[in-house]
Nanobody, 115 residues
């Protein structure tokens, strides 16, 4: 059974930085596409970064140049380094794993950007 646990969210001022981490368990990590999504209040969940096991990481245009996603296949983890944060980045951030034709999600971690 796939399990995902996010950590690293919090309150930060505009222009600040946060680093999110996601720990995966359940086997077959290197076979799955991993991803970061976010969901702001009253908005749909949107993709932030798609992280294949090998190959190029795809980052949303809205965060490109500010956010950097990475994957460590040896540790079964993915991360999201977020710099130059803006109030519009406020959302619950979810780690996802695509497998067997569906997404599995972590519980999410709240990121709030506010002065």
């Amino acid at each position: 059974q796939v399990q995902l646990v996010e950590s690293g969210g919090g309150l930060v001022q505009p222009g600040g930085s946060l680093r999110l981490s996601c720990a995966y368990s359940g086997g077959f990590f290197t076979q799955y596409i991993m991803a970061w999504f976010r969901q702001a209040p009253a908005k749909q969940r949107e993709s932030v970064a798609q992280i294949p096991s090998d190959g190029a990481i795809a980052t949303s245009p809205s965060v490109k140049g500010r956010f950097t996603a990475a994957r460590d296949n040896a540790k079964n983890t993915v991360s999201l380094q977020m710099n130059s944060l803006e109030p519009e980045d406020t959302a619950i951030y979810y780690c996802g794993a695509w497998h067997d034709g569906k997404w599995s999600w972590g519980q999410g971690t709240q990121v709030t950007v506010s002065s």
